[in-house]
Nanobody, 115 residues
């Protein structure tokens, strides 16, 4: 079974950029649909960006044009490049791997956008 470890979160000023990484171990990520979710205090967890096993991507409307999801199968890692960050992007970001009915989550990484 795949295990996921996120990294790359932190504090950034509005307009800044961060790149999140999700390193997978145990199984090949190309077998899974991978996604980045986020959860802000008092809000439900929401899908930010996803990449299918075939490589198709999808994004929440709120991040289209600013965030990019990608994967490096050689490193078994999925990335989320986040540009033009805004305070409303502040949340804990979680990596997710989905295959059939199996859903696996990472521990999350905090992203704080503040001046």
């Amino acid at each position: 079974q795949v295990q996921l470890v996120e990294s790359g979160g932190g504090l950034v000023q509005p307009g800044g950029s961060l790149r999140l990484s999700c390193e997978a171990s145990g199984r090949d990520i190309s077998l899974y649909a991978m996604g980045w979710y986020r959860q802000a205090p008092g809000k439900q967890r929401e899908l930010v960006a996803g990449i299918s096993s075939g490589g198709s991507t999808n994004y929440a409307n709120s991040v289209k044009g600013r965030f990019t999801i990608s994967r490096d199968t050689a490193k078994n890692t999925v990335y989320l490049q986040m540009n033009s960050l805004q305070p409303e992007d502040t949340a804990v970001y979680y990596c997710n791997a989905q295959r059939f009915i199996l859903a696996i989550w990472g521990q999350g990484t905090q992203v704080t956008v503040s001046s």
